[in-house]
């Protein structure tokens, strides 16, 4: 790996990589209407197709924490090349904005919803109430915090401290500090989820921090790249096991602690991947093209649009598709989650308003071209 040229230009690479991890999200939710552990708005009584779920469980214990490295060490990226204004002002408009947009909407909306599911009154407190719910608007309330709260100082601070250490010893930092915060979770369990919210967003703010760090050492990466725990097949030894624990547990419906295991596992193979995956992707040479493109920037605006459409669609297909097709059903709503949520965003880039809310660019008119410049 070419350190000197590390992300001197876009890369293609990476941008997909975070666009996949952020729709990996809308699998993800649809499969949450299959019988498991946790409460949902709809749940389907059909087989929970164990192996299914449990593959899904495995990329949940690491996509949101290599999110948060790649958006740090993309945060890290902007500031050092275009300064600290240009950032805070790039975060607000990219971020913070489309926040307030979408939250506008996303609770009343997901009230509505859930009251039609159940077939529940809908009352004044309700509506008011649903703002006390963030759904899937969690982690923008943390990238948020992360980004404008938080002093820029201190990233620079804990990157230096970072640069210090050993690939193993990043690794193993990652990992302790990770499950601390994870452990904070049950302290403040049950008290609402923005106080809930505090462990979660201090957890996934020592992955920013480490993906910071690792562009403002990035000098170090040749090494990095080449130690022994970036080895593939250790890597996919690790996913494995994680996937088996998770199956595991679901399978034999494993309460208490030991339901944590495939957590604790998850939270090595988190570390390992989040610098892997990096390493891995900046190499891949991929051509930009319109189609890739357009997946790189309609990946949030899907997400952030997709929760409705996935809760409402699980219930409305439950009816007429046998209950032995579990796979079929999570992958037909997944399917239409996503262009539902494809043909808001292009509406969406056709409104300057609108794009301003959700942080896009506007598609910009072509000037028409006189006449005369034609003949």
Same mark, same amino acid.
């Given at each position: 790996?070419?350190?000197?040229?590390?992300?001197?230009?876009r890369?293609?690479?990476?941008?997909?990589l975070?666009?996949?991890l952020?729709?990996?999200?809308?699998?993800l939710?649809?499969?949450?209407?299959?019988?498991?552990?946790?409460?949902?708005?709809?749940?389907?009584?059909r087989?929970?197709?164990?192996?299914?779920?449990a593959l899904?469980s495995?990329f949940?214990?690491?996509?949101m924490?290599?999110f948060f490295?790649?958006?740090?060490?993309?945060?890290a990226?902007?500031?050092?090349r275009k300064g600290?204004?240009?950032?805070?002002?790039?975060r607000?408009?990219?971020?913070?904005?489309?926040?307030i947009?979408?939250?506008?909407?996303?609770?009343p909306?997901?009230?509505?919803?859930?009251g039609?599911i159940?077939?529940?009154?809908?009352?004044?407190?309700g509506?008011?109430?649903?703002?006390?719910?963030m759904?899937?608007?969690?982690?923008?309330?943390?990238?948020?915090v992360?980004?404008?709260?938080?002093?820029?100082?201190?990233?620079?601070?804990?990157a230096?401290q970072?640069?210090?250490?050993?690939l193993?010893?990043?690794?193993?930092?990652? !990992?302790?500090l990770g499950?601390?915060c994870?452990?904070l979770?049950?302290v403040?369990?049950g008290?609402?989820?923005?106080?809930?919210?505090?462990?979660?967003?201090?957890r996934?703010?020592v992955?920013?921090?480490?993906?910071?760090?690792?562009?403002?050492?990035r000098?170090?990466i040749a090494?990095y790249?080449?130690?022994?725990?970036?080895?593939?097949?250790l890597?996919?030894?690790l996913?494995?096991?994680?996937?088996?624990?998770?199956?595991?547990?679901?399978h034999?419906?494993i309460?208490? !602690?030991? %339901?944590?295991?495939?957590v604790?596992?998850?939270?090595?193979?988190s570390?390992?991947?989040?610098?892997w995956l990096?390493?891995?992707?900046?190499?891949?040479?991929?051509?930009?093209?319109r189609i890739?493109?357009?997946?790189?920037d309609?990946?949030?605006?899907i997400y952030?649009?997709?929760?409705? !459409?996935?809760?409402?669609?699980?219930?409305?297909?439950?009816?007429?598709?046998?209950?032995?097709?579990?796979?079929?059903?999570?992958?037909?709503?997944?399917?239409?989650?996503?262009?539902?949520s494809?043909?808001c965003?292009?509406l969406?880039?056709?409104?300057?308003?609108?794009?301003f809310?959700?942080?896009?660019k506007?598609?910009?008119? %072509?000037?028409a071209v006189?006449?005369?410049?034609?003949?």
């Amino acid at each position: 790996m070419k350190t000197q040229s590390f992300l001197s230009s876009r890369n293609i690479g990476l941008d997909l990589l975070r666009a996949g991890l952020i729709l990996e999200g809308v699998l993800l939710h649809a499969s949450r209407s299959l019988p498991g552990e946790n409460g949902w708005y709809y749940v389907a009584q059909r087989d929970p197709s164990e192996i299914f779920t449990a593959l899904l469980s495995m990329f949940h214990t690491f996509r949101m924490e290599v999110f948060f490295f790649l958006s740090g060490m993309f945060s890290a990226l902007i500031i050092l090349r275009k300064g600290q204004k240009f950032f805070t002002d790039n975060r607000r408009k990219r971020v913070f904005i489309p926040l307030i947009s979408a939250y506008i909407f996303i609770p009343p909306l997901m009230y509505f919803i859930a009251g039609q599911i159940n077939n529940a009154p809908y009352t004044l407190t309700g509506w008011l109430n649903s703002y006390t719910m963030m759904h899937h608007l969690w982690f923008l309330v943390s990238l948020t915090v992360m980004s404008l709260v938080i002093p820029g100082p201190f990233y620079h601070w804990s990157a230096r401290q970072l640069g210090k250490m050993s690939l193993p010893m990043l690794i193993a930092t990652l !990992v302790i500090l990770g499950n601390a915060c994870f452990v904070l979770k049950f302290v403040v369990k049950g008290r609402g989820e923005f106080v809930e919210l505090i462990p979660i967003t201090l957890r996934f703010m020592v992955y920013y921090t480490a993906g910071f760090a690792l562009y403002v050492n990035r000098e170090k990466i040749a090494r990095y790249a080449n130690s022994k725990l970036m080895n593939g097949w250790l890597i996919g030894a690790l996913v494995l096991a994680v996937w088996a624990t998770c199956w595991y547990v679901a399978h034999n419906h494993i309460n208490g !602690v030991v %339901k944590y295991v495939p957590v604790m596992i998850g939270s090595v193979l988190s570390a390992m991947l989040s610098y892997w995956l990096v390493f891995t992707f900046e190499r891949i040479k991929v051509k930009e093209n319109r189609i890739l493109t357009a997946i790189v920037d309609s990946a949030l605006i899907i997400y952030l649009l997709h929760y409705p !459409v996935v809760v409402s669609f699980s219930w409305l297909l439950d009816v007429w598709l046998p209950d032995n097709l579990s796979v079929l059903y999570v992958l037909l709503d997944f399917a239409i989650g996503i262009a539902l949520s494809a043909v808001c965003y292009t509406l969406v880039k056709r409104s300057r308003f609108a794009s301003f809310m959700f942080g896009l660019k506007p598609k910009e008119k %072509k000037e028409a071209v006189p006449v005369e410049a034609r003949l």
